[in-house]
């Protein structure tokens, strides 16, 4: 079986196929071939389709007779049948073959080169040089083998310089790296490093200062919008000079009347009902006051004189009510005047006290 033109219309056929495909010429038995050419033509056609020879009609089959005896002749010699040329059909073959080889070739070709680009633009970001290496064993003849070789060496370096670092964080080990890797892709997680370390000492000091100085070093850290509360926080339990006389005002009265005199009315007036704690003493009163007061005045004392201390520590505390009052440190200096001079004269203690919004004492300690 072969595939050849079909002598009518041209269209590929079996010389196998009883007729054609594309125009319905009869095929199978109404075949033969031109002598001059090897082309396929039809019987009944007169002239070769393909080179145009001439050709003999060949005669209908008629219905076989009965066989005379024949006197018998000399055999003729049989006449040769036209051979049948196979070399277009193979050349088409061929062709065909080295079409489809070559097509996937360049096919395939073109996939490796797709996926070593998307391979490439992957490695951007990547720190580890493992990768890299592998990239290296999957296409070692890239066009970016020698660039990504000297990325892989410097991040191979760098990651020894990562694993020293990570034994002990700190601003200097962050800082060292950063100098020997300016470049480093790691700079992202640098930063945030160092936003942690300076986040965690402007909460140790706690001030005003170090929350801004925070805020002024990383404007866009990880840690802003709580910096931001805390500062917030800070201003608004900041104390005023004016404040601060208030205090120091109901301090120096408290201390120079109810104590030092021993005013029960003063010491009325300095404190709510009672005070939570007084030197000790849960839910004092006044009397509890003048009581500790008394115990000062032994027999050879005459007077009590008491001084605040220029240093004064305040800041703002929310108080079991709910409302907001004032948290006071300060030291008190005691002058005893006495009938015996060779006595003890003066003291020096500390003060611890809250103080609410009315003014009123409503705890204090006094330790030597």
Known sequence: ????????????????????????????????QCPSCGSYCLQTQGKCPECGAKLEPVAKKQEPQPRQPEPQAEPAEKKKKPHKSKGPAIIGIVICLILLCTGYYFYDQHRMEQKEQEDYERLEGVTNPEFYQQFLIDYPDSKHYDEINERMLV?????????????????SSISLFQQKHPNSL?????????????????????????????????PSGRFVDAASEVKNNLLLSKVTPEEKAMI????????????????????KAAIPDTMMNFCGKQNADAEAIIEYAKEKMANDVIGLHYAIGQKMDVHKETLPDGNTGFAVEVNLQETISRSDTNQPSANIYHVNALINSEQKLVRMNITK
Not at 156 to 164: M, R, T
Not at 196 to 211: P, Q, T, V, Y
């Open 1 to 32: 079986m072969s595939i050849i033109k079909c002598p009518e219309c041209r269209g590929q056929v079996s010389t196998m196929a009883g007729t054609c495909p594309h125009c319905g010429t009869n095929i199978s038995g109404n075949l033969r």
């Open 248 to 267: 120091r005002g109901t301090l120096e009265s408290f201390f120079s009347k109810a104590i030092a005199n021993q005013d029960i009315e003063a010491a």
């Open 186 to 218: 790691r700079g992202r997680t640098l930063e945030d490093m160092l936003d942690s370390i300076d986040w965690n000492e402007a909460l140790a000091i706690g001030n005003e200062d170090a929350i801004t100085d925070y805020l002024a070093k990383h």
């Open 155 to 171: 991040l191979q370096a760098e990651a020894e310089d990562w694993k020293q670092l990570l034994k002990g964080i700190n601003r």
